[in-house]
């Protein structure tokens, strides 16, 4: 099967620090990938869809200049958050997309905890 | 608040039939989706659904759709405990994006 994989899993940091967080499709090349932002017990919200070589594509309401998305390659979308504050903090889930199937059916990775202190 | 609306709980005696129910809105969703996600873990797509039909069974799960009523539901057989997490209904929207349900929170008690 499809394996989508995040890193760093989980990541504590200071109010005003820049965190990255990486997306990776381990088996397949993924054309398009999602940022999702999920509060606890709420449901995935999408924060933007980024297509590989292009401009993230940002649903409304989502800062493009303090979440900074880049889609350099097929294997590879990153999510970084900059001057972060303790409201960032959330469980972000990326998706891949591309590999056909059911509506182009999204893999999604294990989600990264972000904690802002 | 979320268009694809969900029960938030469902407690659930072990053995027994678990069925979550899911409004959605798109009636020209394509395809509609189950994802389960257990705790501090991603989402693992349980089963979809693609619009034509009325009802999928997969193993210990069973899909059933009416799309006049834009009605879908999930009903699992012979509930274990490996079954207790959140499950999120999505519908599939223009360009590929998912919309998703509140999730609804599956207890299975001995």
């Known amino acids: 099967g499809a394996v989508v994989s995040q890193h760093p899993s989980w990541v504590i940091c200071k109010s005003g620090t820049s965190v990255k967080i990486e997306c990776r499709s381990l088996?397949?090349?993924?054309?398009?990938m999602f940022w999702y932002r999920q509060f606890p017990k709420q449901s995935l919200m999408l924060m933007a869809t980024?297509?590989?070589?292009?401009?993230?594509?940002?649903e409304q309401g989502v800062e493009k200049d303090k979440f900074l998305i880049n889609h350099a390659s097929l294997t590879l979308s990153t999510l970084t958050v900059t001057s972060a504050h303790p409201e960032d903090s959330s469980f972000y889930i990326c998706s891949a997309g591309g590999r056909g199937g059911p509506g182009d059916e999204q893999f999604f990775g294990p989600g990264t905890r972000l904690t802002v202190l | 608040g979320e268009d694809v609306e969900q029960s938030l709980f469902l407690s659930v005696r072990e053995g027994d039939s678990s069925v979550i129910n899911c409004t959605y809105t798109d009636s020209s969703s394509t395809y509609l989706y189950w994802y389960k996600q257990e705790p501090g873990a991603g989402l693992q797509l349980l089963t979809y659904?693609?619009?034509?039909?009325d009802m999928k069974q997969d193993q210990r799960l069973t899909v059933l759709l009416n799309k006049k009523d834009k009605h879908l539901s999930l009903r699992i057989a012979d509930t274990q405990t490996g079954d207790s997490a959140i499950y999120f209904c999505?519908?599939?929207?223009?360009?590929?994006?998912?919309?998703f349900g509140a999730g609804t929170t599956v207890t299975v008690r001995a």
């Open positions: 980024s297509n590989e070589g292009s401009k993230a594509t940002y």
């Open positions: 088996d397949f090349q993924a054309t398009t």
């Open positions: 659904i693609f619009s034509n039909m």
């Open positions: 999505a519908e599939i929207l223009g360009d590929y994006k998912l919309s």
